[in-house]
T-cell receptor, first 112, second 112 residues
Framework: DAGVTQSPTHLIKTRGQQVTLRCSPISGHKSVSWYQQVLGQGPQFIFQYYEKEERGRGNFPDRFSARQFPNYSSELNVNALLLGDSALYLC???????????FGEGSRLTVL | GEDVEQSLFLSVREGDSSVINCTYTDSSSTYLYWYKQEPGAGLQLLTYIFSNMDMKQDQRLTVLLNKKDKHLSLRIADTQTGDSAIYFCAETTPQAGTALIFGKGTTLSVSS
């Protein structure tokens, strides 16, 4: 079975631009969570969605938004990119709101 | 507040035991986790322990929890070169809801 898949794997943007990252959860998983991992740091929680509803939000500015689709896939959007948004963005899925998280390999965003 | 601290680096020889330590500040932690991250890969859940447990063993892995001192450790017996990776300690708390709070990670280097 396919694990959590994320796209794109790498991308480069410039300051002020907008980016959309995509995540497909493991089949049967209804929850998707997003984490930001800056180089040398541990992942930081951004959002969790379950059954298309936001179930949790971390301490990130409103430039960050996300949504979940009927097929449980998810998109993370970041507007007005800053240099500090350069990071590995990890998506994780789980069967329910709680339970083991299965992580994808991430999308590495570089902002120049 | 919520904070998870880890030592940044550990170097061992193949066949030795590795002990990775973690301290946390929130006494209301419910679950504590150990994740492994290999280069270019996402996070892999190694093991977890419920906050009312003292110890959990799973093959080569032993987790010890000292709730009084808010100290968690991961012991890897017979460490192999394939164990070289970054190890993250993480917790969940009632305040954080479903979000995982990660430490900065410990880089384990295993030499042959």
């Amino acid at each position: 079975d396919a694990g959590v898949t994320q796209s794109p794997t790498h991308l480069i943007k410039t300051r002020g631009q907008q980016v959309t990252l995509r995540c497909s959860p493991i089949s049967g998983h209804k929850s998707v969570s997003w984490y930001q991992q800056v180089l040398g740091q541990g992942p930081q929680f951004i959002f969790q969605y379950y059954e298309k509803e936001e179930r949790g939000r971390g301490n990130f500015p409103d430039r960050f938004s996300a949504r979940q689709f009927p097929n449980y896939s998810s998109e993370l959007n970041v507007n007005a990119l800053l240099l500090g948004d350069s990071a590995l963005y990890l998506c994780a899925s789980s069967e329910g709101v709680t339970g083991e998280l299965f992580f994808g390999e991430g999308s590495r965003l570089t902002v120049l | 507040g919520e904070d998870v601290e880890q030592s940044l680096f550990l170097s061992v020889r193949e066949g030795d035991s590795s002990v990775i330590n973690c301290t946390y500040t929130d006494s209301s932690s419910t679950y504590l986790y150990w994740y492994k991250q290999e280069p270019g890969a996402g996070l892999q859940l190694l093991t977890y322990i419920f906050s009312n447990m003292d110890m959990k063993q799973d093959q080569r892995l032993t987790v010890l929890l000292n709730k009084k001192d808010k100290h968690l450790s991961l012991r890897i017996a017979d460490t192999q070169t394939g164990d070289s990776a970054i190890y993250f300690c993480a917790e969940t708390t009632p305040q954080a809801g479903t979000a995982l709070i990660f430490g900065k990670g410990t880089t384990l280097s295993v030499s042959s």
